[in-house]
């Protein structure tokens, strides 16, 4: 089955600076692959999302990018700010089977 | 997002109990899901079910069990053969047969060993 491995586990950057995180994927036929935010005691946000056939999404200051020759996507975040501070998820899957989900990367930027 | 809805938020479990956490939505989705978060772990998935009447295991279903008898509502019970069951607990669904496939979460709940 899929398995999805996300780096690094933890992320502390100065307010303003971007934040980068990476994830890797096992299965080729994977397709969609959202990222999501969760901020404490809170459930998981989705925050952006990518499908097999683009290769780059934006939305103002975060963007997504995949790379489906090396199974790899990356979160991008600019310009951080402290309310950006958050775990945040990759996932990957196929059709309809379920998500599968990375780790999760504990986020943390400081003013 | 009050489109899902789980109860209770903090559940406490004795020794040897079986306990049901409760998850219903009203978004008309095929598709539900129960995933189980760890700190560190990310979120693992428990059992899932995309019709009526049918689900599958997931990657960690031992020591649980569930049940769809109606669209709207998946309860998820943790049974006492789960000998680690202290954790977050997230339900989700999600419309398959759309052309998004955004998973909504319910807001979970805690369960913790007395």
């Known amino acids: 089955g899929e398995n999805v491995e996300q780096h690094p586990s933890t992320l502390s950057v100065q307010e303003g600076d971007s934040a980068v995180i990476k994830c890797t994927y096992s299965d080729s036929a994977s397709n969609y692959f959202p990222w999501y935010k969760q901020e404490l005691g809170k459930r998981p946000q989705l925050i952006i999302d990518?499908?097999?056939?683009?290769g780059e999404k934006k939305d103002q200051r975060i963007a997504v990018t995949l790379n489906k020759t090396a199974k790899h996507f990356s979160l991008h975040i600019t310009e951080t700010q402290p309310e950006d501070s958050a775990v945040y998820f990759c996932?990957?899957?196929?059709?309809?089977?379920?998500?599968?989900f990375g780790k999760g990367t504990r986020l943390s930027v400081i003013a | 997002d009050g489109g899902i809805t789980q109860s209770p938020k903090y559940l406490f479990r004795k020794e040897g109990q079986n306990v049901t956490l409760s998850c219903e939505q009203n978004l008309n989705h095929d598709a539900m899901y129960w995933y189980r978060q760890d700190p560190g772990q990310g979120l693992r998935l428990i059992y899932y079910?995309?019709?009526?009447?049918?689900?599958q295991k997931g990657d960690i279903a031992e020591g649980y069990s569930v049940s769809r008898e109606k669209k709207e509502s998946f309860p998820l019970t943790v049974t006492s053969a789960q000998k680690n069951p202290t954790a977050f607990y997230l339900c989700a669904s999600r419309d398959q047969y759309a052309t998004n496939e955004k998973l909504f979460f319910g807001s979970g709940t805690q369960l913790s060993v007395l």
């Open positions: 996932a990957a899957s196929k059709g309809n089977t379920p998500l599968v």
């Open positions: 990518i499908r097999s056939n683009v």
């Open positions: 079910s995309q019709i009526v009447n049918d689900f």
